[in-house]
Nanobody, 124 residues
Framework: QVQLVESGGGLVQAGGSLRLSCTASGRNFSSSTMGWFRQALGKDREFVAVIDWSGNSNDYADSVKGRFTISRDKAKNTVYLQMNSLIPEDTAVYYC?????????????????WGQGTQVTVSS
């Protein structure tokens, strides 16, 4: 059974930092694009960040550019999201995603594996 398990969410004050982790099991995603989405209460799920199979290409939503950094450890089958300078608007459930059929960042929108989500709450 393939699973993506997120961790690292929590409550933080505005201006603070959190690092989310997503560890995959049951399948090796070292050749796959992986990324993060988020969904705030009452809103649609939105793209946050993506990283390609090599780790050399990435992209971010405009709202998080310069504040968030995505990275991956292929040996650990894990992708990370370092979130700095957090603002209340970053409050959401954050989901890890992976596209087993694509190694390009453009494949993130057609991900076929999803985690269960981790809550991030930023207080003002």
């Amino acid at each position: 059974q393939v699973q993506l398990v997120e961790s690292g969410g929590g409550l933080v004050q505005a201006g603070g930092s959190l690092r989310l982790s997503c560890t995959a099991s049951g399948r090796n995603f070292s050749s796959s694009t992986m990324g993060w989405f988020r969904q705030a209460l009452g809103k649609d799920r939105e793209f946050v960040a993506v990283i390609d199979w090599s780790g050399n290409s990435n992209d971010y939503a405009d709202s998080v550019k310069g504040r968030f950094t995505i990275s991956r450890d292929k040996a650990k089958n894990t992708v990370y999201l370092q979130m700095n300078s957090l603002i209340p608007e970053d409050t959401a459930v954050y989901y890890c995603a992976a596209n087993s059929r694509s190694s390009s960042i453009y494949g993130i929108y057609e991900s076929d594996y999803w985690g269960q989500g981790t809550q991030v709450t930023v207080s003002s």
